[in-house]
Each structure stands twice: as C-alpha cells, then as structure tokens.
C-alpha cells in the first residue's frame, strides 16, 4: 500500500521556525516531482512549494525568502524548513507527490502513475 506521512507539525510562536517532512512508502518505483499544500480554517487549499526529482525549487510568493524545500531521494523523503513564521501560515500542511508505482495485479503486473497526498500535519503560529 502506498502511503505518505507527513510530520513535523506543532506549534510554534510568531517569527520561530519549525520542519516537516513527508515520507513515501510502498510498491514506489520512481518518485517524480513533490509537493507542499495547505489550508487555513475555512479556506481553499493552497500551493506552497515544489520540488523536483533533481531538485528544482518553486515557491509560492507568501513563502519565498522564508521556507526552504528539499528532498532525499534515497529516503524517498521531502522536507519544508519553515523560518520566520507568521500567523497565517497556520494551517493543515499536506503533502503530495507524483509517483510511478508497481501494481501486482491478479494476473500479471502493471505501472502506473499517480498522484498521492498525506494525511495532513497542523501547524500553528501563535503567541
């Protein structure tokens, strides 16, 4: 079964800093590009940061300077350094990932591409 686990999350006072992480498991063959998303109490889910298999970065404009996203691939492992925090970046974080996957079926096998999320992890910025 395939599964991401994100933790990590907390609380954590204005200006302080806290990491997550995100960790595949399962039939993975390859582990494309991964991703951070959150959502505030009654709002949309949102884009955070990418990063691809060979490391490329993207961030979103309300984190950028402040978060830093990186990878280990042998781990199959992402990661979100979050510094200088502020209030609204409490939230749910989620992870997601675009995976290649192996499937034994019942009669042969096959490979599929899918995309995966985390349960969630809560992190809150308070004083």
């Known amino acids: 079964q395939v599964q991401l686990v994100e933790s990590g999350g907390g609380l954590v006072q204005p200006g302080g800093s806290l990491s997550l992480s995100c960790a595949a498991s399962g039939n993975i063959i390859n582990v494309n590009d991964m991703g951070w998303y959150r959502q505030a109490p009654g709002k949309q889910r949102e884009w955070v940061a990418n990063i691809t298999s060979d490391g490329s970065a993207s961030y979103s404009a309300s984190v950028k300077n402040r978060f830093l996203i990186s990878r280990d691939n042998g781990k199959k492992t992402m990661y979100l350094e979050m510094n200088a925090l502020k209030l609204e970046d409490t939230g749910v974080y989620y992870c997601?990932?675009?995976?290649?996957?192996?499937?034994?079926?019942?009669?042969?096998?096959?490979?599929?591409?899918?995309?995966?999320w985390g349960q969630g992890t809560p992190v809150t910025v308070s004083s």
């Open positions: 997601n990932a675009d995976l290649v996957l192996f499937r034994k079926e019942v009669v042969g096998s096959t490979i599929t591409r899918e995309i995966h």
